[in-house]
């Protein structure tokens, strides 16, 4: 984005194979990727991009850009009841491309333990360097074996496959968790709903705008601390990002002046 006090951040993902499936009943046997990847995992790519406990991703849009084929594949599974492996099949999407459009908002929940952290021009200028730089963490898409590559893009911007295809539409889907520190709810929770593509293009509903009816408590949850005094957050005084940004105007600074051109 040219607004460098903007929390948007664009870019493409993709991969040989991507598994995107309800975790909820993905305990075990064989599994069958959804035709789409769910919010929840473009969430997860995000946060493997870059993220802090001050902030949260929302996932605005995704477009699809190859066209959704699947490959089922047979694997041995870890068998953790039985003394041999069993035999399973698992099927993936192949060859996947996606642009997303994701922002942040800052983590209202964790302002008490986090306050010297709320600056928003900061994390972004980190996160589209990251962007560029292919992620801070391991990307993969929807499972730890399908290994996930990211850079830059202007959403919208090339052909599609599917941009001249209509509506479709794909039933009810796994959308993604509530968690604790993100509600302020003691209660760890899923939410579902009917995502529609319309020439390639699904919009995400906002976790807020899910209805209840659509959402199923899964356990009670208490929220994670973290801060400097729990000695597991150091914030945007991590060394490793200071490091990073050493070399950017000759100072440790990170502040959006600094960085402009990023």
């Given at each position: 984005s040219s607004d460098v006090c903007s929390s948007d951040l664009e870019y493409c993902v993709w991969g040989?194979?991507?598994?995107?499936?309800?975790?909820?009943?993905?305990?075990?046997?064989?599994?069958?990727?959804?035709?789409?990847?769910?919010?929840?995992?473009?969430?997860?790519?995000?946060?493997?991009?870059?993220?802090?406990?001050?902030?949260?991703?929302?996932?605005d849009e995704v477009r699809v850009m190859k066209p959704i084929r699947t490959e089922s594949k047979n694997v041995r599974p870890i068998s953790y009841v039985a003394s041999k492996n069993t035999l399973s099949v698992y099927t993936y999407l192949a060859d996947?491309?996606?642009?997303?459009?994701?922002?942040?908002?800052?983590n209202e929940n964790r302002r008490a333990e986090l306050e010297e952290d709320f600056n928003e021009n900061k994390h972004h200028n980190i996160a589209t360097r990251m962007v560029r730089k292919g992620g801070r963490r391991d990307i993969f898409l929807g499972t730890r074996e399908c290994q996930g590559y990211v850079e830059p893009c202007e959403f919208g911007k090339g052909e599609g496959y599917y941009d001249h295809y209509g509506e479709l539409e794909f039933g009810v889907m796994f959308h993604g968790f509530d968690y604790p520190d993100e509600t302020g709810r003691d209660m760890l929770?899923?939410?579902?709903?009917?995502?529609?593509?319309?020439?390639?293009?699904?919009?995400?509903?906002?976790?807020?705008?899910?209805?209840?009816?659509?959402?199923?408590?899964?356990?009670?949850?208490?929220?994670?601390?973290?801060?400097?005094?729990?000695?597991?957050?150091?914030?945007?005084?991590?060394?490793?990002?200071?490091?990073?940004?050493?070399?950017?105007?000759?100072?440790y600074e990170l502040d959006a002046e600094i960085v402009r051109g990023i």
């Open positions: 040989n194979y991507a598994l995107f499936s309800d975790p909820i009943a993905r305990m075990g046997g064989e599994k069958f990727s959804y035709m789409l990847p769910t919010y929840q995992a473009l969430k997860g790519i995000t946060e493997s991009i870059y993220w802090k406990p001050s902030i949260i991703w929302m996932v996947v491309s996606y642009q997303v459009r994701a922002h942040f908002i800052l929770a899923a939410r579902f709903w009917r995502p529609k593509m319309v020439n390639g293009v699904i919009l995400f509903h906002p976790p807020e705008e899910i209805p209840e009816e659509m959402k199923r408590n899964i356990r009670p949850m208490k929220a994670k601390k973290f801060g400097k005094k729990y000695g597991n957050s150091s914030g945007l005084e991590e060394e490793a990002l200071q490091q990073e940004f050493a070399w950017e105007g000759g100072t």
